[in-house]
């Protein structure tokens, strides 16, 4: 008999590292084990993409404390309703997913309806309603580690790389300016000072390449408006930069590349980053920060460096530009880490806690 999974995702796409880590694992689970439920909070192109691959799907808002006691109690009982009419057998939410105080943990404790939370990066605190929750998934030791879950049971599972996807992009260089001649440095995330992209601007003066270029994809999520300001004046003022913003498509951007860039200035729990450049066969030049080293062997799969020393970066880079060969063996190590610890053998290890929890 197969076992109805309810996966709380937080979003209604898949651009964002909590949300495409999650959405790995769903559509990798046994289907003749799990049957996955997919809830969004508002319609969008992700619900057309989960009914391609048959994946069923629901939306509802998020709800939390309001101070209006009446209203709480009946979102625990709409809470109630659906999960009883979907059949749940076991919830798995991403952390921040639901209300600080979310009703969906009150009903699933009536319904008598394990819970298993998500956590993909180091939280100072916990929601309250935690206790009510069987188990705790952290996306890497440093985020089990570093994070108050209060005695919880605590599983990792690092996250996984989709090969399919980020292994299948195609170069679009012409589209995007750059010559087939050119060495492409790449750099993918949300535009924020915490992953380091002022560092990652200081490069084309530090290495002085003409055949040098540079790539930045992602959205500006920094809500500092000093920070957005100084970000656009130096892509505006380097044409050897290129921002393309946010992409729908983030395998062609990989497959774009030769250098990808990670210089996170934060403690980075187990970056969606560093699967998909290995993924796409890219060499990865990384921050030593947070579960970063769990996934990167120095000098194996990727090249790490301390996050503010900005000259071994350059090091680095100079190294591979130098070495095309070096550069594609690193790449291909990349993938073949990844091929080995980071595909099937972290969705094994949640189907077998999936069973575990419902007993």
């Known amino acids: 008999m197969r076992r109805r999974i309810c996966y709380f995702l937080g979003t209604y796409e898949d651009w964002g590292g909590a949300s495409r880590a999650l959405l790995n694992f769903i559509v990798r689970v046994d289907r003749q084990k799990f049957d996955p439920l997919v809830v969004v909070t508002k319609p969008g192109k ?9 994946i069923a799907t629901a939306v509802r808002p998020k709800q939390d404390w309001n101070g209006n006691p009446f209203k709480f109690v ?9 999960l009883r009419e979907q059949k749940v057998d076991l919830i798995h939410l991403n952390g921040g997913s639901l209300g600080w105080k979310p009703p969906e943990l ?6 008598g309806t394990p819970v ?4 993909h990066i180091v939280s ?12 705790v998934i952290a996306v890497s030791r440093f985020v089990a580690e570093h994070t108050p879950f209060g005695g919880k049971s605590i599983s990792v599972v ?6 399919a996807r980020f292994g299948h992009g195609r170069s679009i260089r012409q589209e995007l300016g750059f010559a087939e001649s ?11 000072s915490i992953k380091g992209v002022e560092m990652f601007l200081r490069l084309p003066e530090a290495l002085d390449n003409p055949k040098v270029k540079f ?24 044409p050897a930069i290129n921002y393309v913003g946010f992409r729908s498509d983030p395998e062609n951007i990989y497959a774009s590349a030769d250098i990808l860039v990670m210089p996170s200035q934060w403690e980075e729990p187990c970056a969606m980053v560093l699967f998909e450049s290995a993924a796409a066969r890219k060499p990865i030049i990384a921050s030593r920060t947070g579960g970063t080293p769990e996934i990167i062997q120095d000098g194996v799969n990727g090249l790490l460096f301390e996050r503010d020393d900005f000259a071994a970066l350059v090091r680095h880079i100079r190294q591979l530009i130098d070495h095309p060969a070096e550069r594609a063996a690193l790449g291909e190590r990349a993938y073949q880490a990844v091929e080995k610890s980071f595909i099937q053998a972290p969705v094994q290890k949640l189907e077998h806690l999936y069973l575990e929890t419902l007993g």
Do not use: C, W
């Open 124 to 135: 100072k605190s916990v929601t309250p309603f935690l206790r009510f929750v069987q188990g």
């Open 74 to 82: 009946l979102d625990v009982f709409q809470a109630i309703a659906f």
């Open 215 to 238: 790539m930045i994809a992602g959205e500006t999520k920094d809500k500092d408006p000093e920070f957005i300001a100084r970000f656009n004046a130096a892509v505006a003022a380097n």
């Open 116 to 119: 298993l939370v998500h956590y």
């Open 182 to 192: 050119d060495i492409v440095i790449g750099f993918l995330g949300q535009i924020k």
């Open 46 to 54: 992700l619900l057309e993409k989960l009914a391609e691959l048959g």
């Open 106 to 111: 009150i009903a699933a404790r009536i319904l």
């Open 158 to 163: 690092h996250n996984i790389a989709d090969v």
